[in-house]
């Protein structure tokens, strides 16, 4: 039986009371600012003179420990000889930088347009005052993007959440949040007035062709563990935050219990996202071999949608429609070793969202091919982002548990590291 989390939810875990701790409050060092006197640029005419030093016991207040006069002396006397410099080669002196460390006082002068900067250089370099001169060079990073590090959002489940600490949402919602991306959930009625959702559905409709309209459990369980908001005091985050889902009804719930549909309304729901180009359909359902809806669903792939399925607990295979070729089939954790071809993801002790604004814990595949519709538009994010089109079956890699970190990085080149925890 389900375990329902009415508002407001207390749940005795260490990990939950944490995020109710008041946050310590950090001042943050001002770090001091320095102005360059002459910005650099493509054109940068600005080099570098390294005058000597000279021994520590000769140089001007060398012995005067803890006093400021002398090294005010010897810091007017190497301007003096800087400016004499700048003055004779006809530079223009600008600032000094001293660096005992080398023995050296970085002096920075500028070229005149039309003279060249390593002549000028070699010149310096000659003198004897100078330990060497150089141009001012331009480097670049080597690092690959850095994925933007967050300090996790303020949903009160997120904690309890499996994809939290497994698929490290907050670090991929760094990277992506599923904007710009149509989720089509073919199920049952999802509660569009929920807290977690309100917002997050772009369209709903009824192809289950019976009279009752009140919001249902499982449709909506699916829809919050796609889409469910962020940051909005309660309840958990989605994976894909950012993305709109078209919640389209084609099961109903049974007044003796379950959840059903039938061949009619699943085919309405799959050619309305058809027509209405969804970008990801997820169907959490399965059932006997239907042509029309294989049909359909192959459409579906062929206009570049992605097609999510849960596979059949039941079946000694994949069942339908997960079989379907080209689908990606996914199953929670527990039918792992039963299943050759699968994608595994977070299925068991799920929070999400019920209708009536409560939450409540769920378990199976259902919700599991929901975690992976929503990991599904983290990737149609960044490939759209940047311009590439990494098929989703490729960026999830070969068949097995899902590291969802490394899925998105296959899909962003630009983003590194892998999020498989122990668990």
């Known amino acids: 039986m389900a375990a329902t989390l009415r508002r407001p939810v207390i749940v005795a875990t260490a990990a939950l009371l944490a995020l109710a701790l008041p946050a310590v409050a950090v001042r943050a060092t001002e ?9 650099p640029d493509d054109a940068d005419r600005r080099i570098l003179v390294m005058l000597k030093l000279g021994a520590e016991h000769y140089r001007a207040g060398a012995d005067y420990g803890g006093g400021g006069y002398g090294d ?3 810091q007017a006397a190497r301007v003096r000889v800087a400016r004499r410099i700048a003055k004779e080669h006809g530079l223009e002196f600008v600032d000094n930088w001293p660096m005992p460390v080398l023995g050296i006082d970085c002096v920075i002068m500028v070229v005149p347009a039309g003279r060249s900067l390593d002549t000028v250089t070699a010149q310096l370099s000659t003198l004897p005052d100078v330990a060497w001169s150089q141009p001012i060079n331009r480097f670049h990073v080597e ?9 996790g959002p303020n949903d009160q489940l997120y904690a309890a959440q499996p994809a939290s600490r497994q698929w490290q ?3 991929l919602h760094g990277v992506a949040t599923g904007r710009g991306v149509t989720i089509a959930v073919i199920d049952s009625r999802v509660d569009v007035a929920h807290p977690d959702l309100a917002g997050q559905i772009s369209s709903s409709e009824n192809f289950a062709g019976e009279a009752n309209r009140a919001a249902e459990r499982h449709g909506t369980g699916v829809a919050g563990i796609i889409a469910a908001r962020a940051n909005n005091s309660v309840g958990i985050v989605g994976v894909a935050p950012g993305a709109r889902v078209m919640a389209l009804r084609a099961c109903w719930e049974r007044p003796g219990g379950g959840t059903v549909c039938d061949s009619l309304s699943i085919a309405k729901a799959l050619s309305f996202a058809i027509e209405r180009r969804a970008n990801i ?6 059932g006997p071999d239907d042509r029309l809806i294989a049909a359909l669903i192959g459409i579906s792939i062929a206009r570049g949608a992605d097609v999510i399925a849960a596979v059949d607990s039941s079946s000694n295979d994949k069942g339908f429609p997960a079989s379907v070729s080209g689908v990606i089939a996914v199953a929670e954790k527990g039918l792992s070793t039963q299943r050759a071809g699968v994608y595994i993801a977070p299925g068991a002790d799920v929070p999400t969202t019920e ?3 409560k939450w409540y814990l769920v378990n199976g595949s259902s919700y599991a091919a929901a975690h992976v519709s929503g990991l599904a538009a983290l990737i149609r994010q960044v490939n759209h982002a940047n311009g590439t089109r990494i098929a989703t079956s490729k960026a999830l890699g070969g068949r097995g548990e899902i590291d969802a970190c ?4 296959r899909a962003a080149p630009l983003v590194e590291g892998s999020c498989t925890v122990a668990r």
């Open 31 to 39: 770090a001091p600012v320095v102005v360059a006197e002459q910005a």
């Open 72 to 74: 005010a002396v010897g």
């Open 143 to 151: 690092g690959a993007k850095a994925v933007p590090m967050s300090a």
């Open 169 to 171: 949402l907050d670090r």
């Open 281 to 286: 359909i997820n169907l959490s359902l399965s």
């Open 355 to 357: 209708p009536g604004g």
């Open 406 to 409: 490394a899925a998105l990085s």
